[in-house]
């Protein structure tokens, strides 16, 4: 079993902090096949880019990878763990390495066992397989991969594969123990509020990262106040987050300072909120329900030379109609969002 005790002291002191952990997408070829130079190259992006943590596994990784006639779940989810170690020895650095699990409990007790042997020190627990099951069905579930890594629990927008979870699961699923924070994504503020409620009637040690794209700026700069006790979003787990990194970094930087020093709110950064959040829908394509969210990740990181292409392993996951204009929108109106001069800098060391 490992234990959040057994991550790096330092690693661990970051995350609780609050930090940036971009969910790392697929590198494929044109013929959709696995490309580990432009996987390796995004890993190297992230820790240059300041992330405190990378996640793989995940949405963005393609939930594709575990199909058995696909089979890329392990080889993709090893190598990036060994892409990570070796450009983090040559950095002189650690970041926390986060991989995805989903399933019902035989597979993510799997996927758990696999990861944990393969170093990665907590897992992202996808609960969108388990929709009919009950409350206390859920808890024993988690309850069951907390028992063999740390846990960050997952609250997933219905309108791409989540569910629904009440207050009441999240007051108990607090009280697991080996379980190391919540990334909220259900984009609606009531239910954000539930987790946020939760952990702060508990009042044990989890970390709350907002995965709320719609809102992220707002999640980070709020004080949340329940029982006379004051909470804070501390960082992000987003597919936002894996394009543009450094940008992001900068931005989590100045919102620590900014609470640090407890200041009000400048009404520059709500303006902010309101450009990152328009950002988002280009790249997310909400507006044909998210369908595009992965080739409009894809289509940043190709324009940046770091993917050969926009490809998925599902051919009809493609950008949506309009959306490569809304892409060119964004960033001709808010160039200041994107880190383009930092990766033509450096793109050249990530892909040797």
């Known amino acids: 079993m490992k234990k959040i005790s057994d991550i790096a002291p330092g690693v661990l002191k970051k995350f609780r902090a609050g930090c940036v952990i971009p969910a790392q997408p697929l590198a494929l070829d044109a013929s959709r096949r696995f490309s580990p130079v432009h996987q390796r190259a995004l890993c190297r992006y992230y820790i240059d880019a300041g992330a405190g943590g990378i996640a793989v596994g995940v949405h963005s990784t393609q939930f594709e990878i575990r199909n058995p006639e696909i089979g890329l779940f392990e080889p993709v989810l090893r190598q990036t763990s060994e892409f990570i170690d070796e450009w983090c020895e040559k950095r002189g650095t650690n970041i926390l390495k986060v991989g995805g699990v989903c399933g019902r409990t035989a597979?993510?007790?799997?996927?758990?066992?696999?990861?944990?042997?393969?170093?990665?020190?907590?897992?992202?627990?996808?609960?969108?397989?388990?929709?009919?099951?009950?409350?206390?069905?859920?808890?024993?579930?988690?309850?069951?991969?907390?028992?063999?890594?740390?846990?960050?629990?997952?609250?997933l927008q219905p309108d791409v594969g989540g569910r629904v979870l009440p207050f009441e699961f999240w007051r108990e699923f607090m009280e697991i123990d080996n379980v190391l924070a919540v990334k909220m994504a259900p984009f609606n503020r009531y239910r954000t509020l539930d987790v946020v409620r939760a952990a702060a009637e508990?009042?044990?040690?989890?970390?709350?990262?907002?995965?709320?794209?719609?809102?992220?700026?707002?999640?980070?700069?709020?004080?949340?106040?329940?029982?006379?006790?004051?909470?804070?979003?501390?960082?992000?787990?987003?597919?936002?987050?894996?394009?543009?990194?450094?940008?992001?970094?900068?931005?989590?930087?100045?919102?620590?300072?900014?609470?640090?020093?407890?200041?009000?709110?400048?009404?520059?950064?709500?303006?902010?909120?309101?450009?990152i959040t328009d950002s988002n829908a280009a790249l997310f394509d909400p507006r044909n329900g998210f369908r595009g969210c992965i080739p409009g990740i894809h289509e940043i990181l190709h324009r940046q030379g770091l993917l050969p292409g926009i490809w998925c392993l599902n051919p009809d996951e493609t950008l949506s109609p309009g959306q490569s204009a809304e892409i060119d929108r964004v960033c001709r109106d808010y160039p200041e969002l994107t880190d383009d001069d930092f990766v033509t800098a450096h793109i050249g060391d990530w892909l040797r």
């Open 107 to 155: 597979q993510a007790g799997r996927e758990a066992e696999f990861e944990a042997a393969a170093g990665y020190d907590c897992v992202l627990l996808s609960l969108a397989a388990m929709k009919s099951a009950s409350v206390e069905e859920l808890l024993e579930h988690c309850r069951r991969v907390a028992a063999i890594i740390p846990v960050i629990g997952f609250y």
């Open 202 to 275: 508990t009042g044990r040690e989890v970390t709350l990262y907002t995965g709320n794209d719609d809102n992220l700026l707002i999640d980070l700069l709020t004080p949340y106040c329940f029982n006379g006790r004051e909470i804070r979003i501390l960082g992000g787990l987003l597919g936002h987050w894996c394009v543009w990194t450094k940008r992001a970094v900068e931005l989590l930087d100045e919102v620590h300072a900014l609470v640090a020093s407890g200041g009000a709110v400048p009404m520059e950064m709500l303006a902010r909120n309101v450009r």
